[in-house]
């Protein structure tokens, strides 16, 4: 079809196929912006009764919107031909590569963390779509392999995924695709038709099949039979399969990516392998909970058991993986949207509340850190010394009250409204408090003299010994303050997080996290809030000082926090979202992603030429007496490398809230 104008797109060239249709890379005749367009194959298009149901349903694909799934755009037809058009996600080059040529091309095997880091991804899609209903049933993928992960990348490393063909299975009918794979099976081995039915007694092609042909073959037909569930595979008799297939799909990826082969028969689990060097995360309960013949003993939730996975201990692992089974009772409709990624409307036999034992937060830590590359022990300056330590105490802090504005009424557009909950306050919820590190005081630099113009002079100062947290506050942490308060504003009536730019949603007066982001940093979030949330957790803003001390890792000279250079497989910058914390390495500190993810709100009010006072007077600075714009710091998900620099400054208004910013805190020591 290369050349061929269809609708508004001119096809430039096959790109793949597949069960579910030819693929083609096609132009918008009049944007001209490249788009994938998908061909059904004529057999589903000349059945009415399925186009009747693929046409009510396709919809219902088309309106998902999630940062790893490809995006459908269009759904359309001309001159009998219907076809599909979604992203298209490639190189430069206009070549696609899937997960399947993206490993076959690796010399080396993938790291721990870059699989974790894939499966994280792929998770956070499956359990997007399963949060989702089609035709009164929960949405699912129905056919997670390697060939359906889209890789999107950079001088070679992953740096993000993407899932195709989302519900196309669903609609389709299971048994229909294998039907599909079994023919062209038979086809490219050059099979009698007649052995395909029940009639012909003939078993073998009477013609010698190309061993080149056969090879390609057999991986694209294992791969496609290997990746789907028990019960995907007796679909011929009628299609009762769900969401849980995914998670057996899901399950087979994750041993696949682990162990370099599928698992088959009585397989080993990765503690237990002795071929491969030692997992420092326990996959396990991953694996031994996913891969279980009934759908109904397999987990809900994806996201959840992969942040389990890390923090998990050894001998937690078996007791783990019989709660994650006995948590999904049989019959058990699974719960929606609204209420499955709610903290606080989890029913008791909810995944996450069985390992709520197993937290991110609190977790004691070494303050020695051992650099994986060299395989070295650093010990920094930041010991914790016999009696420094972090100043934690809750401050009492007044709830909005007001008075309903007569004024709204003459109001035409509301962009941003308050909310004021019509439900019973919560009381007496307390906060999860991260772990901190303890800087020492002493005389540390900072500034550059090769930076902008706000960053000059480079000058020493001297600050007091202060704790800083080793992560950004979560939308799990954020959300628990939001409950307490009822409302979105604080007690001076400032604005504290804008939702519609935020995770955080409020249905129907109860508020719920977006599926898979309980563990991203809250955004959206204006300075108040953030100076707000601190009060209550007993700690404040670092200044910009401490900020910068921190991400320097309290050394002269760094231009980024590891150096002299930065990568994306050491921070989240020039991306498409945000991601959970601590997916990236730790500085030699053990703070994590104080470069990239979002930017920082700091204490400190904004002046170009602070530095020069600053100078004069270098103890303990903490900003200006007053301005315009308080300083942020970090740069995000969506900087540019020199964002990242440590002495970079950032500065806006403090009720600015954008999928951007979000925060950390710090603490006074003693």
């Known amino acids: 079809m290369e050349g061929e104008i269809l609708g508004d797109f001119k096809i430039l060239k096959e790109i793949g196929r597949g069960p579910l249709g030819f693929l083609y890379l096609g132009e918008h005749k009049f944007i001209k912006k490249k788009f994938a367009i998908k061909i059904l194959p004529d057999e589903l298009v000349e059945d009415s009764e399925f186009m009747v149901r693929f046409e009510s349903k396709i919809a219902k694909i088309a309106m998902l919107d999630h940062v790893n799934i490809v995006k459908v755009h269009n759904i359309s037809s001309c001159n009998g031909v219907f076809f599909i058009v979604s992203d298209f996600i490639g190189n430069s080059h206009f070549e696609s590569t899937n997960l399947s040529t993206y490993l076959s091309n690796l010399k080396n095997r993938l790291s721990e963390c870059e699989i974790l880091s894939i499966l994280k991804m792929v998770a956070s899609a499956l359990d997007y779509i399963h949060s989702k209903e089609l035709d009164g049933k929960i949405m699912f993928h129905g056919s997670v392999k390697l060939n359906n992960i889209i890789i999107g990348k950079i001088d070679g490393v992953v740096q993000h995924l993407y899932l195709t063909d989302t519900g196309l299975n669903q609609i389709i009918g299971q048994g229909r695709i294998l ?43 294992l791969q496609n039979y290997a990746f789907l569930s028990p019960e995907q595979k007796l679909s011929g008799v009628g299609d009762n399969c769900g969401y849980k297939s995914d998670v057996y799909s899901f399950g087979i990826l994750s041993y696949f990516l682990l162990m370099g082969y599928l698992p088959e028969g009585f397989f080993i689990v990765p503690s237990k392998s002795k071929s491969i060097e030692k997992f420092k995360y326990n996959w396990d309960i991953l694996i031994e909970s996913t891969l279980r013949q009934s759908p109904d003993d397999r987990p809900d939730n994806l996201t959840s058991i992969l942040e389990r996975v890390a923090t998990c201990e050894l001998k937690d692992i078996e007791s783990t993986i019989d709660k994650i089974s006995n948590s999904n009772v049989k019959g058990e409709k699974k719960k929606t949207a609204s209420t499955y990624t709610s903290l606080y409307a989890i029913e008791t036999n909810n995944i996450d509340e069985q390992l709520s034992s197993v937290n991110l937060y609190n977790k004691p830590r070494s303050l020695i850190y051992e650099k994986e590359s060299e395989k070295e022990i650093i010990k920094s300056n930041v010991d914790v010394i016999e009696n420094k330590r972090p100043i934690i105490n809750q401050s009492e802090f007044k709830k909005l009250e007001y008075d309903d504005d007569p004024g709204v009424i003459f109001q035409s557009i509301k962009v941003v409204t308050s909310y004021k909950s019509n439900n019973q306050i919560v009381e007496n919820l307390d906060p999860l408090l991260c772990e901190m590190i303890v800087i020492k005081e002493g005389e540390y630099w900072r500034g550059s003299s090769i930076g902008a113009r706000d960053e000059k002079p480079k000058h020493k100062i001297i600050v007091d ?101 930065i990568d994306r497989t050491q921070a989240n910058y020039f991306n498409s979202d945000t991601t959970v914390v601590m997916s990236y390495p730790a500085n030699s500190l053990g703070l994590y992603d104080v470069a990239g993810n979002v930017y920082e709100w700091c204490e400190d009010w904004y002046c170009y030429n602070y530095y020069e006072h600053s100078l004069q007077e270098p103890n303990n600075p903490k900003g200006p007496a007053q301005g315009v714009y308080r300083v942020l710091r970090g740069g995000c998900w969506k900087s540019s490398e020199e964002d990242l620099r440590v002495s970079h400054r950032h500065r806006n208004n403090p009720g600015t809230m954008t999928r951007t910013y979000g925060f950390r805190l710090a603490a006074d020591v003693l």
């Not at 007649?194 to 013609?207: F, M, P, Q, R």
């Not at 955080?504 to 508020?511: C, D, E, N, Q, Y």
């Not at 953030?530 to 000279?557: F, H, M, N, Q």
């Open 465 to 565: 010994s202060f704790a800083i947290d080793i992560h950004q506050v979560t939308n799990e942490q954020y959300i628990r303050f939001l409950e307490l308060m009822g409302c979105d504003k604080e007690s001076n009536n400032n604005d504290m997080i804008l939702l519609k730019e935020s995770r955080i949603k409020r249905v129907s007066g109860k508020l719920s996290i977006e599926s898979g982001y309980a563990k991203h940093p809250v955004v959206g979030v204006s300075w108040y809030g953030a100076v707000a949330y601190a009060k209550w957790a007993g700690k404040r803003l670092p200044t910009e000082a401490e900020w910068e001390i921190a991400a320097s890792c309290v050394a002269d000279g760094s231009l980024y926090t590891f150096g002299s250079h």
């Open 179 to 221: 039907s599909k794979i079994y023919s062209a099976t038979a086809k490219a081995l050059e099979v009698d038709s007649k052995i395909t039915g029940l009639e012909g007694d003939k078993i073998y092609s009477s013609k010698n099949t190309d061993i080149g042909k056969l090879t390609k073959l057999h991986r694209s037909f």
